[in-house]
């Protein structure tokens, strides 16, 4: 499952990540996101996985290719993946090692603390 709200006075869209969820669950997310009237391309995201999570079809160069798709819409923001999951968090580091950014600002965190220091 994946559920998100959009703080519009803090510019800050917080996902939680729980249960199972596929690639193309995450791709249908992005995709219903980007046409919510309060989400722009400069609003910066918290991205929560649960620990307890399972995360299905989750490829670091698929990931990468999602982010590059995000990048292409436009705007310039940052986004922290929350992941305290070690299988969970080598897929996203993985993912971020192959995507070369040019306005987004991608980072993966241990604790929701110190990602929503960095996202400010």
């Known amino acids: 499952m994946i559920e ?3 703080e519009t006075s803090l510019h800050l869209l917080q996902v939680r990540v729980s249960d199972s969820v596929t ?3 995450l791709v249908n997310f992005i995709t219903k996101v980007q046409k919510d009237p309060q989400y722009g391309p400069n ?9 307890n999570a ?3 079809r989750f490829a670091p160069d698929s990931l990468s290719t999602l982010f590059r798709r995000v990048e292409d819409s436009g ?3 940052s986004w922290a993946f929350v992941v305290s999951e070690e299988s969970h968090r080598s897929v996203f580091t993985d993912a971020l090692q192959h995507f070369v950014p040019r306005r987004l600002r ?3 965190f241990d604790d ?3 990602a929503l220091q960095w996202l400010r």
Not at 43 to 51: E, H, K, Q, R
């Open 43 to 51: 609003v910066n995201t918290l991205f929560v996985v649960d620990a």
């Open 23 to 25: 690639f193309l669950d």
């Open 54 to 56: 399972i995360l299905v």
């Open 75 to 77: 705007g310039s923001s």
């Open 112 to 114: 929701e603390l110190t």
């Open 4 to 6: 998100y709200t959009v």
């Open 106 to 108: 991608l980072c993966v």
